[in-house]
T-cell receptor, first 112, second 115 residues
């Protein structure tokens, strides 16, 4: 299994809907995770971090971590066209490495 | 706010030229990283530095070298640019503080074209 896997999409949702982005990870990845948003032609921007099992909410964004099933998800409520971007999940490798392992990203399009 | 800056947003170079990409961060972060990003391949780590003058190869170091003479600055060097090095280059930094979870902060990127 690749260390961090994402459904590459693309994912298309109507404006106002909930967008659900998912990521699975292997045992080689430590169990804190980050979600980055990357607009076309721009660099990744950190939007959510989650360190413990369960949910973490920040505005319209909710990150969910399920360690037993080794998946992490990002829910975007009331999706807006401005949420259209590629979303990357990432986690540190095990063993105290300073490095992150990134998924290849899921492209989200929110249609007005 | 963490600020990571890169010397150029767009760069065009010729095959065989020596290319320098500069990255500066203002948050006193110990760790700095260079990635390249290509369609379908995602982010790939080229080099990583965890302290001044310290470096570690990433997944694709061939054809690249790095320099870190000061804590805030991390340079990526393409010794002899080739067309397959045309890419988006991204610099990132992170803290080694006990309170940090290794989250990385990215610069704006440099889109390099090698002709």
């Amino acid at each position: 299994q690749k260390e961090v896997e994402q459904n590459s999409g693309p994912l298309s949702v109507p404006e106002g809907a909930i967008a659900s982005l998912n990521c699975t990870y292997s045992d080689r990845v430590s169990q804190s995770f980050f979600w980055y948003r990357q607009y076309s032609g721009k660099s990744p921007e950190l939007i959510m971090s989650i360190y413990s099992n369960g949910d973490k909410e920040d505005g319209r964004f909710t990150a969910q971590l399920n360690k037993a099933s080794q998946y992490v998800s990002l829910l975007i409520r009331d999706s807006q066209p401005s949420d259209s971007a590629t979303y990357l999940c990432a986690g540190p490798t095990q063993g105290g490495s300073e490095k992150l392992v990134f998924g290849k990203g899921t492209k989200l399009t929110v249609n007005p | 706010d963490v600020k990571v800056t890169q010397s150029s947003r767009y760069l065009v170079k010729r095959t065989g030229e020596k290319v320098f990409l500069e990255c500066v961060q203002d948050m006193d972060h110990e760790n700095m990283f260079w990635y390249r990003q290509d369609p379908g391949l995602g982010l790939r780590l080229i080099y990583f530095s965890y302290d001044v003058k310290m470096k570690e190869k990433g997944d694709i170091p061939e054809g690249y070298s790095v320099s870190r003479e000061k804590k805030e600055r991390f340079s990526l060097i393409l010794e002899s640019a080739s067309t397959n090095q045309t890419s988006m280059y991204l610099c990132a930094s992170s803290s080694r503080a006990a309170s940090s979870y290794n989250e990385q902060f990215f610069g704006p990127g440099t889109r390099l074209t090698v002709l």
